[in-house]
């Protein structure tokens, strides 16, 4: 079996596990190439639901494989980072499988443990600590919404080397969120280590609730952490238009938030094939007939589409809004500000800049006599001229 042959029936989890395999990738040549040590943390991590023998298709392989990679294309550059795992796991069976498999794990150290996450946060903390220049990469992936409440996770969030990736449930949060009874307003009081969450989405409906219900958990993030950028990325159910959950991404870096983007315009395309596929599998079994077009031809329901034009029209509004009302701003910020947004990617602010460049909105200042685009970490500028 081929390793995408083993999502079928999964396929959102496919999308997840390519942002975290190309966003590992990323992380591990970048940070590697500046920091001695990077410890990868799975604090829910399986093996779950895996078709795979080798268990190539779960969390802790697929980050493995990306950090030994990176490591050996590192060392050939002469630089030899530390690089770890902790890979935490409360079933015993599952642990011990997991354990098992990594027998062959390469050169970077592995260490399983079995309990519950919340309870290993200080175990986890101090040994990431206890190594200076140690870079954590934390990936919170569990089953509910329950088990990584915001007390106990504090001092992962801050972290000052340390980004984080959070799978939120959004299909069962947003069912059970304004439920009424009172063991559910305090799992959720935890969740966002807040009593007033639900006032933010009070009176919005549908999308805009969703959205907001998710800002609102971005936001308990950055605050608690004090991170740059916690941004989301939205996972589609395979067969239906509505979400089935989002990868919430923590950063103090513009570089590992454009690498975040990069990697969900990559993951984007693929969610796009596998949920053409399913829809169509879909539509076959219900007629008991088959179809001449392949899936890929026919394409998946417009779902994405109107999302991506949602999302990324609010963020050239915002870009646009906020050149005009600074007069000068670095292209840095303007890259900051399009890319807290969903589905919008670094070529998307160039095609806008591009556009309102040639109908006379704006001028691009500090380019080099070579210099065509603006980049990051440079002086470039953008000026307001309308
Ligand atoms: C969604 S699965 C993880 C999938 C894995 N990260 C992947 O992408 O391949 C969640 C896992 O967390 C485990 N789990 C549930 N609650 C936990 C907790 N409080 N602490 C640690 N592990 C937990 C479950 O047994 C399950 O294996």
Redesign the pocket.
């Known amino acids: 079996m081929n390793n995408e042959a083993a999502y079928e029936g999964r396929e959102a ?1 496919l999308v ?2 390519t942002i ?1 395999k190309l966003y590992v990738e990323a992380l591990a040549y970048k940070v590697g190439s500046v920091f001695p040590r990077i410890t990868y943390v ?9 078709s795979m023998e080798n268990l190539s ?4 392989h ?1 980050a493995l494989k990306q950090l030994n990679v990176a490591r050996e294309g590192l060392g050939r550059i002469g630089r030899f980072p530390e690089m770890s795992c902790i890979f ?4 015993p069976l ?1 642990a011990r499988q997991l354990e098992d498999s990594l027998l062959k794990s390469g050169r970077v150290q592995t260490t399983v443990i079995t ?4 309870d290993h946060v200080a175990d986890v903390t101090e040994s990431l600590d206890a190594a200076s220049d140690n870079f954590s990469f934390v ?1 919170i ?3 509910g919404w ?3 409440t915001m007390d106990k996770i504090i001092p992962i969030l801050k972290r000052r080397n340390g980004e984080v990736l959070i ?1 939120f449930m959004t299909k069962d949060i947003k069912r059970f969120i304004d439920d009424e009874s009172s063991t559910a307003r305090r799992s959720f009081e935890r969740l966002y280590g807040s009593s007033d969450y639900r006032e933010q989405w009070r009176g919005l409906r549908d999308a805009e609730r969703e959205d907001a219900m998710v800002d609102a958990y971005c936001r308990r993030v950055q605050d608690v952490g004090g991170f740059a950028f916690v941004v989301r990325a939205v996972v589609l159910h395979p067969r239906q238009a509505r979400t089935h959950f989002h990868l919430i991404y923590a950063t103090r870096s513009i570089h590992g938030l454009r690498a975040f983007r990069d990697a969900e315009r990559k993951a984007m395309q693929k969610q796009e094939e596998v949920r053409a596929r399913a829809q169509q599998q879909k539509r076959i079994r219900r007629s008991g007939q088959g179809e001449l077009i392949p899936a890929v031809d026919l394409g998946a329901d417009d779902y994405y589409s109107q999302l991506r034009d949602r999302y990324s029209e609010a963020a050239k509004q915002a870009v646009l809004d906020a050149i005009r009302q600074s007069g000068t701003l670095m292209y840095d910020d303007i890259e900051a500000e399009a890319l807290l947004h969903p589905m919008t990617w670094q070529q998307d602010v160039k095609g806008w800049l591009k556009e309102w460049k040639a109908d006379g909105r704006i001028r691009i200042e500090g380019l080099g006599p070579r210099e065509r685009v603006p980049k990051l970490d440079s002086s470039h500028r953008i000026v307001w001229t309308s």
């Open positions: 989890t997840k596990h975290l799975d604090g829910f991590a399986g093996p779950w639901k895996s298709d779960t969390s802790p697929i935490i796991e409360k079933d599952l309990g519950e996450f919340e990936f992936d569990p089953t329950t088990g990584f799978n």
